[in-house]
């Protein structure tokens, strides 16, 4: 892969690919000591590690609005709880890049999704659904679906409740 290619697919593999370059120059006795080759490594693997919180924040959203909808289906802001989760899936799907999936922590997004909708619900006097699982029950394929079918895991949310809730966590 070339790497202009490689910067415009895969930030992230980019970034640590560059990052361990200028290490391994870095090492070179015969190279100008004039740049500070770690910090530089370090500013630009930084690239990469923005762009896998940024997909992780979208993520939180998108939790947090799949929460809202399945725990409060009547709350009056319920149809723009729908828009917000078509909206916050197709921007996770647009930065998302496969390099990603091992790095995301998909158990720390789905945890501040919950923080997000128990938060919100509480202005409509509304309460999260009970017994959600500890871990999100949407795999990464789920959740990167083109088209996504939000009432598939509304679904697959609830149920995971019900599971768990029949004590079969």
């Known amino acids: 892969m070339?790497?202009?290619?490689?910067?415009?697919?895969?930030?992230?593999?980019?970034?640590?690919?560059?990052?361990?370059?200028?290490?391994?120059?870095?090492?070179?006795?015969?190279?100008?000591?004039?740049?500070?080759?770690?910090?530089?490594?370090?500013?630009?693997?930084?690239?990469?590690?923005?762009?896998?919180?940024?997909?992780?924040?979208?993520?939180?959203?998108?939790?947090?609005?799949?929460?809202?909808?399945?725990?409060?289906?009547?709350a009056p802001p319920n149809l723009h709880w729908r828009h917000e989760i078509i909206a916050f899936q197709a921007a996770v799907r647009a930065r998302y890049e496969r390099s990603m999936r091992q790095r995301i922590d998909w158990s720390k997004a789905w945890r501040i999704g919950i923080e997000l909708a128990a938060g919100d619900l509480e202005v409509y006097g509304d309460t999260l659904l009970p017994h959600l699982p500890t871990d999100c029950p949407l795999t990464p394929e789920d959740l990167l679906a083109a088209p996504f079918d939000a009432d598939a895991a509304l679904v697959r949310i609830a149920e995971a409740a019900a599971l768990k809730s029949a004590g079969h966590s």
């Open 2 to 74: 070339d790497r202009p290619s490689l910067y415009d697919d895969d930030i992230v593999t980019w970034a640590e690919e560059q990052a361990a370059a200028l290490r391994a120059l870095a090492a070179r006795s015969d190279l100008s000591n004039a740049v500070d080759w770690e910090n530089v490594a370090e500013e630009i693997e930084s690239v990469g590690r923005s762009q896998i919180r940024a997909v992780e924040r979208l993520l939180a959203q998108l939790f947090a609005h799949l929460l809202k909808r399945v725990s409060a289906p009547d």
